[in-house]
Nanobody, 115 residues
Framework: QVQLVESGGALVQAGGSLRLSCAAS????????MGWHRQAPGKQRELVAA???????NYVESVKGRFSISRDNAKNTVYLQMNSLKPEDTAVYYC?????????WGQGTQVTVGS
């Protein structure tokens, strides 16, 4: 099993920055990739950024140039640096890990961007 714990969500004003962290523990082998998803009220969950174990990175178009995903293998932690935040970035952000065809999710962390 894999456990994921997110942190770093907060209330921030538009134009501000936040860094989300996701600490992974458990059976951390044969990992395909990790990523960040978000779900705003009344909307479907969407993939925001993904980082495969081979180093490939993908971002949803709306965050390109503003968000950056990175990973510290020594700490088993994935980060999401979010700059130039907009009110439409308001959502619960979830960390996810894909391993051997199975998805694992964290509990989510709230990001609220005030206008």
């Amino acid at each position: 099993q894999v456990q994921l714990v997110e942190s770093g969500g907060a209330l921030v004003q538009a134009g501000g920055s936040l860094r989300l962290s996701c600490a992974a523990s458990g059976a951390l082998f044969s990992i395909f990739g990790m990523g960040w998803h978000r779900q705003a009220p009344g909307k479907q969950r969407e993939l925001v950024a993904a980082l495969t174990d081979s180093g490939r990175i993908n971002y949803v178009e709306s965050v390109k140039g503003r968000f950056s995903i990175s990973r510290d293998n020594a700490k088993n932690t994935v980060y999401l640096q979010m700059n130039s935040l907009k009110p439409e970035d308001t959502a619960v952000y979830y960390c996810a890990l894909k391993r051997l065809g199975q998805d694992f999710w964290g509990q989510g962390t709230q990001v609220t961007v005030g206008s």
